[in-house]
């Protein structure tokens, strides 16, 4: 491919430039196109891990998605897929990722940075690992209940009172040091004379945070909903960890319904209409993602 | 408004120091029980702290086995990753064509995919190509999920080099990927570092991918073996699986200190947010 830029060599060669994207084309269509159109056609078979419906599947058409709406599991565990995205997602890490941020406008030196440190650590850490130190924090005798216990409180046993509270503080704690990042760097673009006078300033401060600087990073808090929205639809690992979704279903987040119905009831049909409705909510946000950064750019 | 703003300050020092003792609370456990041989999910000051519970994990198929596969899985995840998202960036940094805008969009879109969602097709696909427990197939599958991330760094990365520099060499007849690889890549070395590390950081740390498609133990990466640990033994011994989550974890964090202290945070993000 010698001297690429002329204008008159012919559009055939103007298309072998792009041809360097082949393998990455491939990759993608191989091992995600492949597998989100398998998951959609699955969805509307009765494919199973075993028995005569692993080789030779039938198409039961709406089924699975019929299936859904009767099933007593599936409607509580979308419905527990919101809380958890809610809360842990939109109002923990975001609000708390932005307020940290914001602090660390007025804070400086020594403790701006051991509390990026601590945000940063429980981020980086490997997934597995955060997740079991979460079990230990939230277990009957853990450092949890420890602590409410130098106040003279008696600790639930968190796990199983309350599965979900759990799995969204450790959610929250794991992943607001992404949100932090996005402010920080955000916060890092407004004008200095307007971000000093943001926080904690009485009420002037206050309506100037909501008046001036909010608006100012506006965009970043709408790609930073989109991206923590999807971070968090997505995760399996610390439910798992810490849950199991349980007790009987009750922190059984989508994921990890899908998973359960999938791989220890063999049921891969219905695992894939589950893991559909995933990818389609996915999608959904994806694209008000792609469109928000369109607009930024233009 | 004199002694507002040291006030000011205060008030937010406290803030924060408050919320970075939470977040560093949970880490506490890991730390103490790692050096406690009687470990139990209590946080407590070990009474006779040892490393016996590093000794007792310092063997080849608890520990050295499981790493070795972690290293394999991750590296390769990255040497694949960065070869297609190179070769990938190129085109689309350096020429004009209609089809770079569609395509950029179309793979920031696949960021949006959850992985976790994709697993149970993943799974049948293996299953019907007979694929599953292999590595390479893993390593294959794990740079795609992370590859739309990477091609959008390393896109990034790559306009940042002067295409004049280039101009000169295709004067003198060199081809695109000659030009490619004798000047782009040399210029933006450290750009292919972050984007390697931060593969390899996401690979290292994967567990449902590896829990999913590599089913026999001799090819379990030490995210699947530390929770067998967990859960099969009966009794768990918590010094030790919180000793083996140290080692295992050691590797992940040096490398995210090396990118950070070289590039500040905006490497995880430098994909993410710039559009």
Same mark, same amino acid.
């Given at each position: 491919?010698?001297?690429?830029?002329?204008?008159?060599?012919?559009?055939?060669?103007?298309?072998?430039?792009?041809?360097?994207?082949? /393998?990455?084309?491939?990759?993608?269509?191989?091992?995600?196109?492949?597998? +989100?159109?398998?998951?959609?056609?699955?969805?509307?078979?009765?494919?199973?891990?075993?028995?005569?419906?692993?080789?030779?599947?039938?198409?039961?058409?709406?089924?699975?998605?019929?299936?859904?709406?009767?099933?007593?599991?599936?409607?509580?565990?979308?419905?527990?897929?919101?809380?958890?995205?809610?809360?842990?997602?939109?109002?923990?890490?975001?609000?708390?990722?932005?307020?940290?941020?914001?602090?660390?406008?007025?804070?400086?030196?020594?403790?701006?940075?051991?509390?990026?440190?601590?945000?940063?650590?429980?981020?980086?850490?490997?997934?597995?690992?955060?997740?079991?130190?979460?079990?230990?924090?939230?277990?009957?005798?853990?450092?949890?209940?420890?602590?409410?216990?130098?106040?003279?409180?008696?600790?639930?046993?968190?796990?199983?009172?309350?599965?979900?509270?759990?799995?969204?503080?450790?959610? +929250?704690?794991?992943?607001?040091?992404?949100?932090?990042? +996005?402010?920080?760097?955000?916060?890092?673009?407004?004008?200095?004379?307007?971000?000093?006078?943001?926080?904690?300033?009485?009420?002037?401060?206050?309506?100037?945070?909501?008046?001036?600087?909010?608006?100012?990073?506006?965009?970043?808090?709408?790609?930073?909903?989109?991206?923590?929205?999807?971070?968090?639809?997505?995760?399996?690992?610390?439910?798992?960890?810490?849950?199991?979704?349980? /007790?009987?279903?009750?922190?059984?987040?989508?994921?990890?319904?899908?998973?359960?119905?999938?791989?220890?009831?063999?049921?891969?049909?219905?695992?894939?209409?589950?893991?559909? +409705?995933?990818?389609?909510?996915?999608?959904?946000?994806?694209?008000?993602?792609?469109?928000?950064?369109?607009?930024?750019?233009? | 408004?004199?002694?507002?703003?040291?006030?000011?300050?205060?008030?937010?020092?406290?803030?924060?120091?408050?919320?970075?003792?939470?977040?560093?609370?949970?880490?506490?456990?890991?730390?103490?029980?790692?050096?406690?041989?009687?470990?139990?999910?209590?946080?407590?000051?070990?009474?006779?702290?040892?490393?016996?519970?590093?000794?007792?994990?310092?063997?080849?198929?608890?520990?050295?086995?499981?790493?070795?596969?972690?290293?394999?899985?991750?590296?390769?995840?990255?040497?694949?990753?960065?070869?297609?998202?190179?070769?990938?960036?190129? =085109?689309?940094?350096?020429?004009?064509?209609?089809?770079?805008?569609?395509?950029?969009?179309?793979?920031?879109?696949?960021?949006?995919? =959850?992985?976790?969602?994709?697993?149970?097709?993943?799974?049948?696909?293996?299953?019907?190509?007979?694929?599953?427990?292999?590595?390479?197939?893993?390593?294959?599958?794990?740079?795609?999920?992370?590859?739309?991330?990477?091609?959008?760094?390393?896109?990034?990365?790559?306009?940042?080099?002067?295409?004049?520099?280039?101009?000169?060499?295709?004067?003198?007849?060199?081809?695109?990927?000659?030009?490619?690889?004798?000047?782009?890549?040399?210029?933006?070395?450290?750009?292919?570092?972050?984007?390697?590390?931060?593969?390899?950081?996401?690979?290292?740390?994967?567990?449902?991918?590896?829990?999913?498609?590599?089913?026999?133990?001799?090819?379990?990466?030490?995210?699947?073996?530390?929770?067998?640990?967990?859960?099969?033994?009966?009794?768990?011994?918590?010094?030790?699986?919180?000793?083996?989550?140290?080692?295992?974890?050691?590797?992940?964090?040096?490398?995210?200190?090396?990118?950070?202290?070289?590039?500040?945070?905006?490497?995880?993000?430098?994909?993410?947010?710039?559009?």
């Amino acid at each position: 491919m010698p001297v690429p830029d002329s204008p008159y060599r012919g559009s055939l060669r103007r298309r072998f430039r792009l041809l360097p994207v082949a /393998p990455s084309i491939l990759l993608l269509l191989l091992f995600m196109l492949a597998p +989100v159109a398998w998951s959609f056609y699955a969805s509307f078979t009765d494919v199973a891990l075993s028995g005569k419906a692993a080789l030779n599947p039938q198409w039961i058409g709406l089924d699975n998605y019929a299936r859904m709406l009767t099933d007593s599991v599936f409607p509580l565990s979308a419905w527990l897929t919101v809380v958890f995205v809610a809360v842990s997602a939109i109002l923990g890490q975001n609000a708390l990722g932005l307020l940290i941020a914001l602090l660390m406008t007025k804070s400086g030196g020594a403790t701006e940075s051991f509390v990026g440190t601590a945000v940063i650590a429980s981020w980086v850490l490997p997934e597995i690992v955060a997740a079991f130190a979460a079990y230990a924090y939230f277990s009957q005798d853990g450092t949890l209940n420890q602590l409410l216990g130098l106040l003279g409180v008696h600790g639930a046993n968190w796990l199983y009172a309350f599965p979900m509270a759990a799995v969204i503080l450790a959610n +929250v704690w794991r992943g607001t040091a992404f949100s932090m990042l +996005v402010y920080r760097a955000a916060l890092a673009q407004v004008p200095r004379d307007i971000s000093e006078a943001a926080l904690m300033d009485g009420a002037r401060g206050w309506q100037r945070l909501a008046f001036i600087t909010l608006p100012i990073i506006r965009g970043s808090i709408a790609t930073n909903l989109m991206l923590v929205t999807l971070q968090t639809l997505a995760v399996f690992t610390l439910i798992w960890v810490m849950t199991a979704g349980g /007790p009987s279903n009750a922190s059984t987040t989508l994921p990890v319904l899908a998973y359960q119905e999938a791989f220890k009831l063999g049921d891969i049909g219905y695992g894939t209409a589950i893991a559909s +409705v995933l990818i389609l909510i996915g999608m959904v946000f994806g694209t008000v993602y792609v469109r928000l950064l369109r607009r930024a750019n233009q | 408004m004199a002694g507002r703003r040291p006030r000011v300050r205060l008030a937010a020092n406290a803030a924060l120091a408050v919320i970075g003792l939470c977040f560093v609370l949970p880490l506490a456990w890991l730390l103490l029980a790692s050096v406690d041989p009687h470990a139990g999910y209590q946080t407590r000051w070990p009474q006779s702290p040892s490393f016996a519970n590093f000794a007792a994990v310092l063997t080849p198929e608890l520990l050295f086995l499981p790493l070795v596969n972690s290293l394999l899985l991750s590296a390769g995840t990255a040497v694949v990753n960065l070869a297609a998202a190179v070769l990938a960036a190129y =085109p689309l940094s350096r020429y004009q064509s209609r089809f770079n805008k569609p395509f950029l969009y179309a793979i920031l879109f696949g960021t949006s995919l =959850p992985v976790t969602a994709i697993m149970v097709p993943v799974y049948g696909l293996f299953v019907q190509l007979q694929l599953l427990d292999s590595m390479p197939a893993t390593i294959f599958f794990m740079a795609t999920t992370t590859l739309p991330m990477a091609i959008w760094m390393t896109k990034n990365f790559m306009d940042s080099v002067p295409l004049e520099l280039e101009e000169a060499a295709w004067m003198d007849g060199a081809s695109g990927l000659a030009t490619l690889r004798r000047i782009v890549l040399p210029l933006m070395g450290q750009g292919l570092g972050v984007v390697f590390i931060f593969v390899f950081i996401q690979a290292w740390g994967n567990f449902f991918v590896p829990f999913i498609l590599l089913l026999s133990t001799a090819k379990q990466p030490a995210a699947v073996s530390v929770f067998s640990f967990f859960g099969q033994h009966g009794a768990i011994a918590y010094g030790e699986l919180a000793a083996f989550s140290i080692l295992y974890s050691v590797p992940v964090l040096v490398l995210y200190t090396v990118v950070a202290r070289g590039s500040g945070s905006a490497f995880a993000l430098s994909g993410a947010m710039k559009g």
